[in-house]
């Protein structure tokens, strides 16, 4: 507030002004223009010739005490203030200390005329970006400036595509709508980028699918999709789709395709694909087909797994039948169902070529399904020539330990989980009985694996569930270094896991480090962290895609499948980005949840982080529905995201 000399000076400039209006301005007001006490000191009242004592006169030199005389200016305006601080001495409602009002007069005082403060100011923001909406400061003016507005909200004032009205645009790690819940958001299969449908009713494509490396050797990798169930000149022969880069448009997943075509009736060709790279060094990607159900020779759904050559495949597309591939690796068991599961090992061998793994589920070496996983070398399969039979061509395999235990489904290679610089094997059996009625197991084999027939209970880790039911082992993914401890890690699920909902499922992140051998045990208490699922039956974690950096921040994240979210079965996948540590709840603590849109579709029951598919140097998001009905009831699709909210 200014002191007493800036209203004094007021004053002077508030005369200065008049006076340029032609008016006379008195300075001192309520004084006589001479002293009374002098007069009393003139006056001959006393007769005597003597100087007068005051007497009555001499008095009235007091009055100055009152205010209205002497030392002491008046209050003209009769406010409280004296004129020597009172800046408008003619208006009672202007003084010091009174209510600031937006007049245009300096009601208080201050030098200053619809100050901020004053009673009816108003309210406002500032609007900086121009879209609408203000930052959190609230400011006050009589007159507000071009940018203020009455609304605030906005989380990012100097971008104005970020709002609270704004549509949030999920996985681009900006809160656009401004809810500061979390950067997480929500999608539906709808919204895919691509839609690859199944030919036609219970092909239930998409069970399974994978990066193909490049097959037609323009430089960017292509995909190869599973649709077991595809009929075309049989009853259920199944199909194995090969998409060229780019994938293209939504449609059939035939369109523009190879079709890998199988040629017996249920023999399910595409029940499991595997991209291998140019495994033959002639320039083109080479891929793995399994036909789990085929019949080999005299044995019933012996199985068998085809390599298809990149280079061998007719220009621009079209069918091959399987059996024009010359080169395959063959069950030998009746319902032994050789290529029930395919997956990468990584250099078990340690000869500096990646390795694959076969499973059979059925096998019977141990026990009735008990089943099987079979080691391929790289070398065998470079060399492949013409049809061999699994027994010749496998350097290990290991066999089940239970009857119905179902080994060989949910196989991973992770890299070196325990440091030593040769890469590890992960294998699991979600129906195993060993504890209990399918408390599930994971076996986890330091690399350098052994050769010939290998029982997996000899395994250097076994990892297990909690109780009956809970399913351990229901999937398997390899994590990278997910911690940041400089060790690979493993994630693995329980898809049954009622840690916090009863069947709900939970997935966990198994640590790789130097320790990992002393870790058997339950897998809920040896893992390093978990992730909790959303809630009850909802089989989480069915499927997992968890070795790719999605949002290119340099850290691996992780896709998890949940086929029976919803209320109906329309399945879902959730997005989690790296790096991990403390637990967390998919309710809350995912980056995105894309939903199935569809009844009984399923969507979940697979995943993939693919690279290159879509655009170079991009991660795209692949979930499989493989009961979805937009090609037919129970055809099956694939959808593709690159950013979510396409």
Request: net charge negative; glycine share 18%.
């Amino acid at each position: 507030m200014p002191g007493l000399q800036d209203n004094v000076l007021g004053v002077g400039r508030w005369a200065r002004a008049l006076a340029g209006f032609g008016l006379l301005i008195a300075v001192g007001c309520g004084q006589d223009p001479e002293p009374e006490g002098k007069d009393g000191e003139l006056s001959g009242d006393g007769g005597d010739g003597a100087v007068d004592s005051g007497g009555a006169d001499g008095a009235d030199g007091a009055d100055g005490a009152d205010g209205s005389d002497g030392a002491n200016p008046a209050d003209a305006d009769g406010d409280g203030s004296a004129a020597d601080v009172d800046c408008d001495d003619t208006d009672p409602a202007v003084f010091p200390g009174a209510v600031e009002l937006c007049n245009g007069v300096d009601d208080d005082c201050d030098g200053d005329e619809d100050e901020s403060d004053a009673e009816d100011a108003i309210e406002f923001f500032l609007d900086l970006d121009g879209d609408g909406f203000g930052g959190a400061d609230i400011y006050r003016a009589c007159s507000p400036p071009t940018e203020a507005v009455y609304v605030a909200g906005d989380c990012n004032d100097g971008d104005l595509a970020i709002r609270p009205d704004a549509v949030e645009v999920c996985g681009d790690g900006v809160d656009n709508d401004c809810d500061s819940a979390s950067l997480s958001c929500e999608t539906t299969a709808a919204e895919a980028l691509i839609t690859r449908y199944g030919e036609g009713a219970s092909a239930t494509a998409a069970q399974t699918f994978a990066s193909a490396g490049d097959v037609n050797g323009d430089g960017l990798a292509d995909l190869i999709v599973g649709a077991p169930g595809t009929s075309v000149d049989a009853v259920g022969e199944g199909v194995a789709y090969i998409l060229p880069s780019a994938v293209g448009s939504s449609g059939g997943l035939h369109e523009g395709a190879w079709r890998i075509v199988g040629v017996e009736d249920g023999g399910s060709v595409g029940k499991a694909v595997h991209g291998l790279g140019d495994i033959d060094g002639d320039g083109f990607g080479d891929a793995l087909v399994g036909g789990f159900q085929v019949d080999s020779g005299r044995f019933i759904n012996a199985g068998r797994v085809w390599l298809v050559r990149g280079g061998d495949l007719p220009a621009g597309g079209g069918d091959v039948l399987v059996d024009e591939l010359p080169d395959s690796i063959d069950g030998g068991s009746n319902y032994g169902w050789f290529g029930g599961g395919l997956a990468s090992a990584g250099d078990l061998d340690n000869d500096g070529l990646d390795d694959v793994l076969i499973g059979s589920t059925g096998d019977r070496t141990t026990a009735a399904a008990a089943g099987a996983v079979s080691l391929i070398t790289g070398a065998t399969l470079a060399t492949l020539d013409g049809a061999l039979p699994a027994a010749t061509a496998a350097r290990t395999k290991w066999v089940g330990e239970n009857t119905l235990d179902y080994l060989g489904a949910r196989l991973a290679g992770p890299g070196d989980l325990d440091g030593d610089g040769i890469d590890d094997l992960a294998i699991a059996a979600d129906n195993c009985n060993t504890l209990g009625s399918q408390y599930g197991r994971v076996y986890l084999f330091w690399g350098p694996v052994a050769s010939g027939t290998v029982p997996v209970a000899s395994a250097d880790v076994l990892l297990d569930g909690l109780a009956a039911g809970d399913r351990a082992g229901g999937a398997l993914a390899p994590a990278g270094d997910a911690d940041g401890d400089g060790y690979r890690d493993l994630w693995a699920s329980v898809t049954r896991d009622d840690y916090t909902f009863e069947d709900g499922g939970a997935v966990f992140l198994v640590a790789g480090g130097v320790d990992l051998a002393g870790l058997s045990g339950p897998l809920r208490e040896m893992a390093r962290m978990r992730i909790n699922s959303p809630g009850t039956s909802q089989v989480f974690g069915q499927a997992l895609a968890g070795d790719r950096d999605w949002d290119g921040d340099g850290e691996n994240d992780l896709l998890v499948g949940v086929p029976q979210y919803g209320a109906s079965g329309e399945g879902a996948a959730y997005l989690f980005t790296g790096p991990f540590g403390a637990d967390r709840d998919a309710a809350t603590d995912h980056r995105a949840l894309i939903a199935g849109d569809g009844v009984s579709d399923h969507l979940g029951s697979a995943v993939a982080l693919l690279p290159d598919v879509l655009s170079p140097g991009r991660v795209a998001l692949g979930l499989g529905a493989y009961e979805d009905d937009g090609g037919g009831n129970d055809a099956g699709a694939l959808f593709l995201f690159q950013d979510l909210g396409e």
